[in-house]
Every structure is written in C-alpha cells, then in structure tokens.
C-alpha cells in the first residue's frame, strides 16, 4: 500500500485478487480505474466533510462518502494505488475508511518574491489536491511587489507590480484572474486564502502611495545582510529586488492608512468565497511594539466587519483587542521562544485556533542540504525530507493541542524560487509529509518515518508520468519508473 497521506483505517485484502485494468501505460491505467469505480454519496455513515469508503476486489472498485469532496479525495486514494503486477496493471484488494485528523491543510505559494502566472498556481493547485491538502495560502504583497488588482486603489498594479526579486519581472492578477484561480481551486476542493501582509513589508506601497508609509528603517544588520547577498538596501520611491525584511511601514497613526485598508480588505472578501482573509502581520521590526499591536488589533476588525475571519501571523497574538476568533500562524522554529509560544496561545484564549507552519520543517523553500542549489538555509540549516516529516502539531507550543489546531501548512517562499520547475524541485516530496502530518491520525502504525519514506518512493512514477520534477532525495528507495526527477 502506497497512499500518501496514510489512511486512517486500511485493511489489506490480499487475498482476494486485484482489480485488473485493461491498459497499456500508468496514465491510461489510472484514467480506466477512475472511470470503473462506482461512488455513491450516502448519509449517516459518520464519514464528515471530507472523509470516505473505499473498497476495491477482483470484481468492482466502490466509494463512498457523505460529499462531493469525500468522492475526490477516494479518487486521490484510487489513483496512488494503481501498481503494474506481472506485465499487467491493477489496483490491490483493500477496504479503506479515511478522513482527516485536522480540517485545514494548507500550502502557500509566495507570489509577490517572484510572481506566477494563472497557469503556474494552477498546477500547483492539481500537486497539492492529490494529496488531500485543501488551503492554497496566496501571499499577494510583499516589498517587492503587489500582486492583486484593488479598484479603489489602481496605482498599487500600475507602479508597484512591476519587478520581482533579483529584478525579474513581476506582473498581478486582474480580479478577473484571482477569481479564476479561486474558481480553479474550488474544482478541486479548495479554498483560496490571500494574504495582504500589513503593517511590514509594505515597500512596494511606498511606490504608489507613498503618503501611506513611513520611510525605511535600516540597521546595521540589513548593511551587513545586504553586502553578504550583494544586494542593494531598499530606497524610498525605487522598487526593492533584494530580500531583507523589517525595514517597512504603514503609517499607524493616519487615518488613511486604515480607509486603505478597508477598500483592500473589503474588494479581497468580495472575491473570495473562503472564509478567511490573511492579514499578515509578522516581521514588523520597524514599527514600534504598541503601535503594532493597535494597528493588527483594528484590521482584525476591519476584516471581521467584512464577515471573514481574520489569519494572523503568530506576532499578532500580542495584541489585545484583536477581533474574536482571529486565527494565529505559527511560524517560528518547532521549539518556540516563550514569548513566541504566548503569542500562539494567545489566539486561542480570544477563542480562536492555530495553524502549525514550523520554519524548520514545514518551510518548502529551504535547501535539502549544503548542496541544493535552490533555497535558504536560515531555518535552523537545511530542512532534510525526514526532519520535514518528523514532528507532530500538538508538541510544538506548550499548551495547545488537537482541539487548538485548525491545521498545517506547508509555505513556499520564493526568494530563489522563479520557475515550476523550481517549485517542484523544492516542494516534492516534502510537501507530502505536511499533507500527511495533517491528515494522518498521530497514532497510526503507518505513521512513521520508515512507512512515509517507503510510500513517498512508490509515488515516484506517478509523480513522473504527471509531470512532476521531484528532488530525488537519496533518503528515499524511489520505485523504478521514478524517471531521473530534478537533482
């Protein structure tokens, strides 16, 4: 058995006789299983919102759940147990009852280091619903560019989109494009979370309305960061292609910068059909303490007002005042600081819950080892696959456990990340174990590091057939017909 994310209950039925397909190679193989099972919604069974049956012998292949999004995810489950057996193609006997131990299961794609186009946020859409992960975390603004189309406020697209990190081309989503990209995600049953990330990092504002910021803040640190990566220091009015943060503002105290606010927050709500907005929040080094809290605490509102609740990252938890129910993002190393693991704690003390995105093992653009050419290192060093998978949510902060836990999610940042390509070279297969660590019961015999790195390995070839540039990490025994995969 093979599945990925692992099943919470899977009964091997070897032996009965598998359910032969008549076809030549894996697609055509997968494309006549999918075609041959039969599903059925039912109701009372128990299975939730996402959960599902399903039971395959020689004679038929059977689904069911109690939605639409159950069915899919049985589809997931089918298609990873296609396997070639003696020249011939065939899905094992098994009965499998399955749902998720955390209800949001997340990636995130950081557009505005380096944008992608609809057709990019697409495919990585198709990778991350494969295996059962339903949140696709937008990061829409950053120093080096905003990304999203707010008619209230044109020139943030005109003047402020137009570079990327290390100077590549940057770009934006009309709203037309975003509410494609959402359409898109819902087909495969996910939300769409777009962050605005505010009061910090906020440069790329200061080059279209540069009466809502406060000038750069530098230290010696950026002087030293920015000659290490023979980079330039941000300039008032310039656009930034380098990647040192803290340095920006909003102006906390002008009244401007919260009717802003209000316009952007409001136009992303009546785009976005999910229930969240992301308010970012993190990184603030240039804003003094107080003011910081005063301003998160009122666009927590500002977004609650617009019937959404409210995703913060976990330094937003220093604040009172923020709206009930705000949402906290952890995102600090898997062994918090107290005061780091206060703040988390306090998202659920204003009756909110935590989503579990540890830099040191869920952060998907951090390099393999000293040797990746793609990624960073600042994380506690490299992330190994098997550090990516060997941690559980409810050991991270003191204090909050299950019933705290909204769920994981696994960012992909882009400093060096400019390509699909390179997406897939730093995703795979580590974003498997944040799908699995988000959807696997803790207590599972198969959840393990030796059972994660056997079935990662059989999903090669069907990582390779769909296109998938895999790293072929050397601590997984890929399965022949893995391909050569990225290095």
């Known amino acids: 058995m093979h599945i990925v994310p692992a099943p919470a209950v899977?009964?091997?039925?070897?032996?009965?006789?598998?359910?032969?397909?008549?076809?030549q190679n894996l697609d055509a193989a997968i494309e006549t299983a999918l075609d041959a099972i039969d599903e059925e919604l039912v109701s009372g069974e128990?299975?939730?919102?996402?959960?599902y049956r399903l039971y395959i012998d020689d004679l038929a292949m059977r689904a069911e759940a109690e939605t639409e999004a159950g069915l899919f995810y049985a589809r997931q489950s089918l298609t990873q147990l296609v396997t070639e057996r003696g020249g011939r193609w065939a899905v094992p006997a098994a009965a499998i009852r399955d749902a998720p131990r955390f209800p949001y299961r997340g990636v995130m794609l950081d557009v505005a280091r380096h944008f992608f186009p609809v057709e990019v946020v697409k495919a990585y859409i198709d990778r991350a619903a494969a295996l059962k992960l339903n949140a696709l975390h937008l990061h829409l603004t950053d120093d080096q560019g905003w990304r999203i189309e707010i008619e209230a406020w044109p020139r943030l697209t005109e003047t402020a989109s137009g570079t990327s990190a290390n100077g590549d081309p940057g770009g934006f989503y009309t709203k037309a494009q975003y509410r494609e990209i959402v359409a898109y995600a819902a087909s495969r049953h996910m939300i769409v979370v777009p962050e605005i990330d505010v009061p910090g990092h906020t440069h790329a504002v200061t080059l279209a309305y540069p009466e809502l910021t406060e000038a750069p803040v530098l230290t010696d640190l950026h002087a030293v960061a920015a000659r290490e990566l023979g980079q330039e220091l941000p300039v008032t009015g310039e656009p930034y292609t380098g990647w040192a943060v803290g340095f920006s503002s909003l102006k906390i105290h002008d009244e401007a910068t919260y009717a802003f606010l209000a316009d952007v927050f409001g136009e992303l709500a009546e785009m976005t059909p999910g229930p969240y907005l992301h308010l970012?929040?993190?990184?603030?080094?240039?804003?003094?303490a107080e003011d910081f809290q005063a301003f998160v605490a009122r666009v927590s509102q500002i977004i609650a007002g617009t019937r959404k609740t409210p995703i913060a990252w976990h330094e937003a938890g220093a604040a009172s005042g923020l709206a009930l129910g705000t949402v906290g993002q952890y995102w600090q190393l898997?062994?918090?600081?107290?005061?780091?693991?206060?703040?988390?704690?306090?998202?659920?003390?204003n009756g909110g819950r935590v989503i579990l995105s540890p830099a040191d093992a869920t952060y998907l653009d951090m390099k393999y080892d000293s040797s990746t050419p793609l990624g960073l290192t600042w994380a506690d060093g490299p992330t190994s696959v098997e550090r990516s998978y060997s941690w559980d949510p409810a050991a991270i902060v003191p204090g909050i456990q299950d019933d705290d836990i909204l769920g994981v999610e696994a960012p992909l940042w882009t400093e060096?990340?400019?390509?699909?390509a390179d997406i897939d070279q730093l995703a795979f297969p580590r974003i498997a174990s944040?799908?699995?660590?988000?959807?696997?019961?803790a207590d599972s015999a198969l959840r393990t590091w030796d059972s994660f790195r056997a079935r990662v390995g059989a999903l090669g070839p069907l990582w390779a057939s769909q296109g998938t540039g895999f790293h072929r990490s050397g601590e997984i025994d890929w399965a022949p017909g893995s391909g050569t995969g990225a290095s």
Request: proline share 7%.
């Open 10 to 23: 899977f009964q091997d039925l070897s032996h009965a006789a598998p359910y032969l397909l008549d076809a």
């Open 46 to 51: 128990g299975l939730g919102a996402e959960g």
């Open 416 to 420: 060096t990340v400019a390509t699909l």
């Open 334 to 349: 898997r062994t918090p600081a107290e005061h780091q693991a206060a703040e988390a704690r306090a998202f659920v003390a």
């Open 434 to 441: 944040a799908a699995e660590i988000g959807w696997s019961p």
């Open 280 to 288: 970012g929040g993190d990184e603030a080094l240039g804003t003094p």
